[in-house]
């Protein structure tokens, strides 16, 4: 049986998106993450890395609330000063600044342009003009545009895989969120595909602060800043990726990403 | 005997029953038809029935029933579609919901004459609206939820759970996103489903007789006012449909041609049905394609 | 920054939103709710008259065999024996039948003629019960005066028509609940060098019993509450069934013919009501029977 001994959190130095405070999530009476306090910088990629099964995707979810109803979160997510994990906080505003994609591709059963129209008009986005704009704004910014702009009103479902999936990223920043969380969303996806995925993730931080839970240490070390890493429902160590993979200051983490374990 | 001859026997005895059962449907279905099909003709589709000489046809029974299965569509799928949704997307594991769960289980498992019965006692006697259409398709709504609600549950289970997530991680309400991205994908098996329970509903006759009644008012089809007593519209008149029509014409009339009256609406009667049950797949097929867009680039 | 503090403190539409839905949803739970409980209070209330206001015995109603209401006689025998007489007949019918039609179809059968059986099943299902009935009439009632001479309405023609009703709701759920017994099972008789039949028979029709004793209660139910089929073909008299040949009358048929001709309030009618509340409570029991059966499936 494993034990966590050793921890190392880095402080992180430049500006701050959103950082846990002792967060921890139960299932019924189980406990599947504990005391994770950790930074996310911002317009960085961090990735979490971790055993399946090392609560890595639980913690992702509460961080937009996805939990709620599901598990039990304590301890505080703060965003711009604030506790979103709070009962006072509209969790659908708040939904709008923190996108997620998730693991497997699930893109409306509408056409492509609605797929992404679809939450806009929800939320009183009705200007045609502006729709259509977002529409090729969104698909531009995952390179989507140009395979699908003669076909928007083509089922959504009729794309390959990683069309579908840079299709629900589109989808996702056309909300204009300032976080976009990820859960794995390569794991179903072809090599070429995911090497698409990944390069449109270099395109969005830019713009966005991206979080991204991943299976495939490859994609971890070559596509993120930061790493985290996860195990027995604790974050173990967290640090700029080079310095976690090449460097790590916890023996455990050595043991994960030289392959040890896992 | 060797298990190899019992085995071989076991399968020819098995294979007789298939063919028996598909000798039976063939046979129902045909005698209806055969003995249906040559009195059919345009005047006793579109004229009035006798009660006492030969020659009358069956007209306002087929607007009885065809107005009385829109009526009982129309109470009923609202109703179905609010307990569907709780109980696929709202429902928790616990005793309230495997209560209802028992509730609609035994509604669906009650007698349709005990529920005609309750009808009669409930509209036509406490009520006292009488034997009317309203009457009768209040009592099949009855006798309609448990099934209906059935395929609607089953049609919102069988869309995948990643599309509430999607809804809902864009900031969708968990109402909006089970009315304007699930029941979307959900529509095909409850097009089917309804289409299913609209056979049944045409078809139903005990829940009826006591209910909308075995006779019908002088109906003035160029009246299209439905608070007046001769509109076919009317809701408050007495009607006897189709299916009422075969049961009251064999048990109880003394027509000269109940045979030839009865065997011309049964014909009728089942060929609508043929019709729901055929309609029902088709419509389902291809609304599901289109839905899903499953022929790739045509 | 502090517009967005103030957007995510907002009160949200969505909430509003949600709750209009559950509210919705829970409107129409009601409507349910308040409608089996009324169609229980009702058909009892009713059902009762004839032992709390008339003062008739129940021990007279269920074992009695004379039914003449209208001179306080309401021995409901009769119509009880040749009920339960005609379904557990059709059920008998219909069990082997409907096996083998199952085990066709989930044994032997290539998929496309599974499809092509269900949809008959389907077919099935969805004839009318009047259309029974007038068949029963025209067809079985001649060829029962034929077979054993009488009037040929009674049991046999009763027995007959319901069996054809409830072949297809029996063997589609036989078919599910063999359907649902995983292939290993029969793999591995296969294996042990059992033939195909041994495999069927002492393996899946053991594992699926629960499942085609619930299939063959269902079929109960729905003979035993059908009224109109059975009511063209049964003759209508209120004797005690004195063979297979001989009129006579079940629960629901007596209800059909005889409701509309006698006054609510009356004896006569009260007593017709104790007939409707027979048969509320047997649907009670079937549904009671189905739920311990799959309790003891499940445990197993």
Known sequence: ?????????????????????????????????????????????????????????????????????????????????????????????????????????????????????????????????????????????????????D???????????????????????????????????????????????????????????????????????????????????????????????????????????????? | MNPKKTSRIAKHVIYGSVGLLVILLLFLIGYILITGLPGMSWHFLTSVSQSFEAGGGIRDQIFNSVYILILTTLISFPIALGVGIYLAEYAKDNWFTSLL????????????????????????????????????????????????????????????????????????????????????????????????????????????IFTAGQSNSVINYANWNPFSPTSPLNIFRPAETLAVHIWKVNTESILPDAHQVSSGSAAVLIIVILIFNFGARWLGNVVYRKLTATDKER | MDDIKQKLLSKSKQTTEDWRGKILCYACLSLIIVLIVSILYFIVNRGTATFTQDHLSLTQFLTGKQWNPGHHQ???????????????????????????VAIFMTEYAPRKETKALRAVIELLVGIPSVVY????????????????????????????????????????????????????YRQAALALGATKWQSIYKIVLRAALPGILTAIIFGMTRAFGEALAVQMVIGNAVLMPKGLGTPTATLTSQLTSQMGNTVLGTVSNNALWSLALVLLLMSLVFNLLIRVITRKGAIK
């Open chain 3, 133 to 184: 009935g007038y068949i029963g009439l025209m067809v079985v009632v001649p060829l029962v005066r034929k077979l054993i001479g009488g009037t040929g309405f009674g049991i046999l023609a009763g027995t007959l028509v319901l069996f054809v009703m409830i072949l297809p709701t029996v063997i589609s759920l036989t078919a599910d609940s063999l359907k649902a017994i995983p292939v290993s």
């Open chain 3, 74 to 100: 309401v021995g409901a025998l009769p119509m009880i024996v040749t009920s339960f007489l005609v379904t557990i007949l059709a059920a008998i019918l219909a069990t082997p039948f409907a096996i083998g």
């Open chain 1, 1 to 149: 049986m494993m034990e966590i001994t050793e921890k190392y959190i880095k402080k992180i130095e430049t500006p701050v998106a959103l950082r846990t405070q002792d967060l921890a999530v139960y299932y019924g009476d189980k406990k599947a993450f504990a005391e994770g306090t950790i930074e996310f910088p911002q317009h960085q990629i961090t990735a979490l890395i971790g055993p399946s099964g090392c609560g890595k995707s639980t913690f992702l979810r509460s961080l937009n609330r996805m939990n709620d109803g599901i598990a039990r979160v304590e301890g505080q997510i703060l965003y711009h000063g604030l506790d979103i994990n709070n009962d006072q906080i509209n969790i659908y505003e708040l939904r709008k600044h923190i996108g997620m994609v998730f693991q497997h591709p699930n893109p409306f059963y509408k056409s492509i342009r609605e797929n992404i129209t679809y939450a806009l008009k929800y939320h009183g986005v009705k200007n045609q003009s502006v729709l259509d704009q977002k529409v090729e704004e969104s698909l531009q910014a995952v390179a989507l545009w140009d395979e699908v702009k």
């Open chain 1, 151 to 262: 076909s928007l009103d083509k089922n959504g479902k009729q794309l390959s895989g990683g069309q579908q999936q840079r299709l629900c990223i589109a989808r996702a920043i056309a909300m204009e969120p300032d976080i976009l969380l990820l859960d794995e969303p390569t794991s179903g996806l072809d090599p070429v595909s995911t090497r698409k995925v990944e390069d449109t993730l270099q395109e969005l931080k830019q713009k966005y602060t991206i979080i991204i839970v991943t299976h495939n240490m490859q994609q971890a070390s070559r596509s993120s800043d930061y790493t985290a890493f996860f195990n027995l429902g604790q974050i173990v160590e967290f640090d700029e990726t080079s310095q976690i993979f090449t460097a790590p200051h916890v023996q455990m983490t050595e043991d994960y990403v030289s392959g040890n374990f896992g």
């Open chain 2, 101 to 208: 769960r028992t509730i609609i289980e035994l509604l669906s498992s009650l007698p349709s004459i005990v529920v005609g019965l309750f009808g009669y006692l409930l509209f036509v006697i406490k009520f006292q609206i009488g034997f009317s259409i309203i009457s009768g398709a209040i009592t099949l709504t009855f006798f309609n939820l448990p099934l209906l609600t059935r395929s609607i549950e089953d049609a919102f289970r069988a869309v995948p759970l990643d599309q509430r997530q999607a809804g809902v991680a864009l900031g969708i309400s968990k109402w909006k996103t089970i009315m304007g991205i699930v029941f979307p994908c959900a529509l095909p098996k409850i097009l089917t489903g309804v289409i299913l329970s609209a056979g049944r509903i045409f078809g139903e006759a005990a829940a009826l």
